[in-house]
């Protein structure tokens, strides 16, 4: 069961555009989520995230997006520059017991050209 | 400052051997986690320690052995793998508490290759 579902696997878009990067989730009782950054052969970095009593969260060229009544959040990247190409997870922690878990979508690989 | 480290950062080894990951965090952090990452997919989650004690094993063959011996440390020991062990295996800390302190913040992986 893809509780998180990035539908997009790859999007190409030219330098100094915009990127909107779109993430659905399933279950309702997610009230927080994520995106993260990924380069090849690196570890995942922490880029934004949102709260589910906001529907909008911004931090310099990086704003998310969340509307819970569709159970969709976006991220936008503005402008887009080639540094930013590089595989982006949005994820949300899913609440069991004393400790829990990132539920990951699949990924979207953005490329920037020049 | 939000950074964990992972050593090494590339290991190759036979299936015979015995070898250990180590992650450290000093970011006052009470969750540690390990995760597998094959290439174009996800982290996969495999184990997480909750204030020094194991909580989660997603059903993690035992030839992966964790082992968190205080807050900021945590190792992965390896034996006996397999080819398809052969993986970025990735080391995350976070506060936890719910909400923002959920965060993981993730290393830079340790390169394994099971030959």
């Known amino acids: 069961d893809q509780q998180v579902k990035q539908n997009s696997p790859s999007l190409s878009v030219q330098e100094g555009r915009i990127s909107i990067l779109n993430c659905d989730y399933t279950?309702?009782?997610?009230?927080?989520f994520l995106w993260y950054k990924k380069y090849p052969a690196e570890g995942p970095t922490f880029l934004i995230s949102?709260?589910?009593?906001?529907d909008k969260n911004e931090d310099g060229r990086f704003t998310v997006f969340l509307n819970k009544s569709a159970k969709h959040l976006s991220l936008h990247i503005v402008p887009s520059q080639p540094g930013d190409s590089a595989v982006y997870f949005c994820a949300a922690p899913a609440y069991g017991g004393a400790t829990n878990k990132l539920i990951f979508g699949t990924g979207t690989l953005l490329a920037v050209q020049p | 400052d939000t950074e964990v480290t992972q050593t090494p950062k590339h290991l190759v080894m036979g299936m015979t051997n015995k070898k250990s990951l180590k992650c450290e965090q000093h970011?006052?952090?009470?969750?540690m986690y390990w995760y597998k990452q094959k290439a174009k997919k996800p982290p996969e989650l495999m184990f997480v320690?909750?204030?020094?004690?194991?909580?989660i094993n997603e059903s993690v063959p035992s030839r992966f052995s964790p082992e968190c011996p205080n807050s900021s440390l945590l190792n992965l020991h390896l034996h006996a793998l397999q080819p398809e062990d052969s993986a970025l295996y990735l080391c995350a800390s976070s506060r936890p508490g719910g909400g923002d302190q959920e965060t993981q913040y993730f290393g830079p992986g340790t390169r394994l290759l099971v030959l």
């Open positions: 320690y909750s204030y020094e004690k194991l909580s």
């Open positions: 949102i709260s589910s009593i906001k």
């Open positions: 970011m006052g952090h009470r969750a």
């Open positions: 279950n309702s009782m997610f009230d927080y």
